[in-house]
């Protein structure tokens, strides 16, 4: 997700098997949920977690962000 120098709030419970991305700005994680995917934030962006989140096996967070 791309949201130039600002802010996404994604409010819903996530449970993510694939991979979530941040171009740029940050991406705030508010709903709570639980991933076995992929994190990742490029550099200058953020993915930010505010609230229950459960990594499971095979949940990576790379990225220069």
Same mark, same amino acid.
């Given at each position: 997700?791309?949201? #130039? +120098? &600002?802010?996404? %709030?994604?409010?819903?419970?996530? $449970?993510?098997?694939?991979? !979530?991305?941040?171009? /740029? ?5 508010? #709903? +709570? &949920?639980?991933? %076995?995917?992929?994190?990742?934030? $490029?550099?200058?962006?953020? !993915?930010?977690?505010? /609230? ?5 096996? #095979? ?7």
């Amino acid at each position: 997700k791309s949201v #130039g +120098g &600002g802010q996404v %709030s994604f409010n819903a419970a996530l $449970a993510n098997t694939g991979t !979530i991305s941040a171009t /740029s700005g940050e991406l705030a994680m508010t #709903g +709570g &949920g639980v991933s %076995s995917g992929l994190f990742s934030a $490029a550099a200058g962006a953020a !993915i930010g977690v505010r /609230s229950d989140f459960y990594l499971t096996d #095979g949940a990576s967070i790379p990225g220069d962000g």
